[in-house]
């Protein structure tokens, strides 16, 4: 009998592409690189996305790849370069697109489009050995990291050693706003204009009173707009980075003071890991480990910030095929690389099937087969092949992973999507399934972060570091526990989300 498909994972605002190519790449491109696929089948519907893997299929591949790295933890260190590599190639070959397209040919369009799936879908290859390799149950590095610290300092040595000494783009765009911060706070009427005005109208300040600022956040946007885009954006504009800088300057931030901070805690951080190997005597195999383990923790947000700049490249593509074909953005972004091939050489387009799919599509594979399935055929998919999820037991605790360490005690927000963050409050608990860069805005006002996802390498785990917010993590299941109003208490000393008072 065949294993039922489980879910692994879900994430928010996402359609058909560009995620046949994630699945692809489980499936094809991993094939190639370690020898052995890992199977991923994944649903969308109500532009969200459930992945599923096979678990005995997945634990194979994890094995052989842990194998691999075994035998020669050069192997994983020589994958995170391939990944940077390839990404910022992609980027580097995409940057001209945002000119006029309407003067091309559609076969142009068409080349572009298809070889931007063979280079995103190469990327993903080695992207995606990361989750395979630590996620879940299968956390390798993890473990491995967690057997080398046998020490009663074990929970902080790890911290201070997955700590990367690299700054992602997310990390980048706050540093360059933070200097332009420092210009703005030696100009006492300047900063009294950004207490007083909302957005929009401090813009128009701007322009007619400080055009040279106006020109200088013009830059940062043109630089950052796409650091929040994830799959399918929309990228931010001025008024966003305004609206960060009239928050920084209500919490009274000293921008010196925080720059300077970081250089220290970046120096300080260096020498402690050094420090730490020290002490511990580790063997080559050990200072190995704890090297690809502490990289490990910036590729995975880094990755996903490479792809995320190609999507927003890639927009202007889209739209121009979508004008072309008289379809909307959402609709080209529900089609497969040989319906865009079709629609643009053929004129031949299936807009009922495209149609289906908006309401709910089950793409996968194994092997180097892969299927496509809407409408009544994925629902009878899905009824036969997808595993029933276990009822939950409601408890007063939660329990998961502590991702930084701290207490807190607030009102629930559930935010998945960034439509949901305008009832984010200052104070709040952000509990969601998987935090993303998309809600960053939500994640600066919380007391604390609680998710059903993630290990201690995850993107709420990151953020939690970087902004000091405890954080709770691998709960499994606080999105269908909690509800928005609920009052609860997050110890992220023990990895206990406590509901005081149900809402």
Known sequence: ????????????????????????????????????????????????????????????????????????????????????????????????????????????????????????????????????????????????????????????????????????????????????????????????????????????????NRPRLVNILRQHTNKYCWTTYVYEGPAVDILYFLDILGDLIKRHINPTQELKKYQSELASTAKRQREIIKELKASRYEKQIIKLAREMVFIKPYRRELQSHSYYQIEPLLNEVASRLHLSLKQVRMMLPVEIADGLLKNKINTNLINQRMDLVVYGGQGDRHFCLSGCRAEEFIRKNFARESKIKLSKEIIGSVAFKGQAKGVVRVINM?????????????????????LMPAIRKAAAIVTDEGGLTCHAAIVSRELRIPCVVGTKFATKVLHDGDLVEVDAEKGIVKIIKKN
């Open 1 to 208: 009998m065949q294993e039922k498909w489980t879910r692994f994972a879900n994430e928010y605002v996402v359609s058909l592409f560009p995620l046949f190519m994630l699945a692809d790449a489980f499936t094809s491109g991993m094939k190639k690189v370690l020898g052995k696929s890992a199977n991923l089948i994944f649903k969308v519907e109500n532009h969200a996305v459930e992945y599923y893997i096979q678990s005995r299929n997945w634990h194979a591949g994890h094995l052989n790849l842990v194998g691999m790295i075994r035998k020669n933890p050069a192997v994983l260190r020589n994958f995170y370069v391939l990944m940077e590599a390839l990404g910022k190639k992609q980027i580097k070959e995409l940057s001209s697109l945002r000119s006029n397209l309407k003067n091309e040919n559609n076969r142009y369009l068409n080349n572009i489009y298809q070889r931007y799936v063979r280079t995103n879908t190469e990327v993903y290859t080695y992207g995606l050995i990361l989750p395979l390799l630590d996620y879940h149950d299968s956390t390798f590095l993890s473990d491995e990291l967690e057997n080398i610290l046998k020490t009663r300092h074990r929970s902080e040595y790890f911290g201070i050693l997955t700590t990367p000494l690299r700054p992602t783009f997310n990390k980048l765009q706050e540093l360059d706003l933070l200097k332009i911060l420092v210009d703005i706070k030696k100009d006492q009427n300047l900063l009294k204009q950004f207490r007083k005005l909302v957005s929009p109208e401090l813009l128009d300040y701007l322009k007619n």
């Open 418 to 438: 960034p439509e949901e963050m305008v009832k984010m409050e200052e104070g709040n608990i952000l509990v969601s399934a998987a935090t993303s860069p998309n």
